[in-house]
């Protein structure tokens, strides 16, 4: 479940799994504007072992100058990979959710092969 709550910057993301996987796979869970620029926004990088889990997400995690604010018309999604953020074949993935942020937005991503 994504939960924007508050804040023009944070969301709060719940990804879960529906099958074992390598326990040394990672997730990353991103936000891209829509129409925008492919590359995330802001993003985490969690271990599959900690999922399910709740992830808050805030402009402290922006890349390379991402911004969250009210308003922004994003999709959220997730990868998980046994390679790196850029993805590889056989990763699963979750989303995308399109959302137009405001003050409480939710949604929930679900990984699959």
Known sequence: MIDFLNSLRSFV?????????LKDATVFVFAREV????RPLVARR??????PMTV????????MGGRL????????????????????EG????GPVLLTL????TAEIRLKP
């Not at 969690?46 to 999922?51: H, M, R």
């Open 91 to 94: 990763d699963w993935m979750g």
């Open 46 to 51: 969690l271990s599959v072992t900690d999922l």
């Open 102 to 105: 405001t003050a409480e937005n």
């Open 35 to 38: 129409n925008g620029s492919p």
């Open 13 to 21: 993301s719940f990804v879960k799994i529906d099958d074992v996987v």
């Open 69 to 88: 604010h009210q308003g922004l018309a994003v999709e959220i999604a997730a990868r998980l990979t046994v390679g790196d953020a850029n993805g590889s």
């Open 56 to 63: 808050r997400l805030s402009n402290e995690d922006a890349l």
